[in-house]
């Protein structure tokens, strides 16, 4: 076999195997954008109820969704699209205010922290949402949802 062939045998092994040269990172304004766009269209499509919020969640069973009651743990899409449809379920909308927002973006991943309030019609509670997102397909989508309500 000649080296050439060799060669692109190797390379299209590594591409197979996931181990070859991977898109390059966005620029960090605007990954951090992207990121701040996707907490916006949490709100939105809270507003809406709308079902696509599903799709801002990466795909795979250790995606989570981790409200701030006991039990809100939702594993993978079907734990998610299940969760989503009790919170859409609810006579009040949810809906979140916040006056904090960190964003640190390393590659392909960014970790999300935001401080604000719970909207849940009329009533408005201290919330705290952590994330990691992961940039696919163009979007950043929810790999680890996490949220609380502080108290004290």
């Known amino acids: ?56 969640f990466a795909r795979g069973e250790d995606t989570l969704m981790v409200g701030s009651e006991v039990g809100e743990v939702a594993r993978g899409r079907a734990g998610i699209e299940a969760r ?6 609810q006579a009040e909308t949810l809906a979140f205010s916040w006056r904090e927002v960190e964003v640190a973006v390393h590659g392909h991943v960014a970790f999300l922290h935001a401080e604000g309030e719970a909207v849940i019609g009329a009533e408005r509670r201290p919330y705290r949402l952590t994330g990691v997102l992961q940039l696919h397909d163009g979007l950043w989508r929810w790999r680890l949802f996490h949220g609380s309500e502080p108290h004290g």
């Not at 080296?3 to 390059?24: N, S």
């Open 1 to 56: 076999m000649s080296a050439t062939r060799v060669l692109a045998a190797g390379a299209a092994l590594l591409l197979i195997l996931g181990l070859g040269p991977t898109a390059a990172a966005p620029p960090r304004g605007t990954a951090e954008r992207g990121v701040r766009k996707t907490l916006m269209r949490l709100n939105d499509r809270l507003a809406r109820r709308d079902m696509a919020l599903l799709d801002d």
């Open 84 to 89: 989503l449809k009790q919170i859409f379920e």
